[in-house]
């Protein structure tokens, strides 16, 4: 068995005024495998999504890269660390192992 994982329009996808704007609820009637959800989802939406039975699960890009320990975080309802788009997936340290963790002082909320 598979599983189907798609994107929600972003706030470009927006106001670029795209065709669908409520991705899982449109697909998740269709298919009877495992759908995951990605973009713009945060502990809330995300959590009334799985509830609602909107989508099986979410898939957490953005917020993840920048809190390695997200789901301490969500669990506690902490703040998270601001993105540096500028480290994503690029060459170098800096970034993914750098941000601080939960407790560190140095954490920042966004």
Do not use: C, W
């Not at 670029?16 to 995951?36: E, L, N």
């Not at 909107?54 to 669990?75: H, I, M, Q, S, W």
């Amino acid at each position: 068995m598979g599983y189907l994982t798609m994107l929600e329009p972003n706030k470009k996808d927006l106001e670029k005024g795209v065709a669908i704007q409520h991705v899982a609820r449109t697909f998740r009637p269709m298919t009877s495998v495992p759908f995951i959800a990605n973009t713009g989802f945060g502990k809330g939406r995300g959590m009334g999504a799985v509830a609602s039975g909107e989508v099986d699960a979410v898939a957490y890009g953005t917020p993840y890269l920048a809190n390695p320990d997200l789901v301490a975080r969500f669990k506690v309802d902490a703040g998270l660390n601001k993105p540096d788009p500028s480290t994503f997936y690029g060459v170098g340290p800096k970034g993914y192992t750098d941000y601080p963790m939960l407790g560190d002082s140095k954490a920042s909320a966004a």
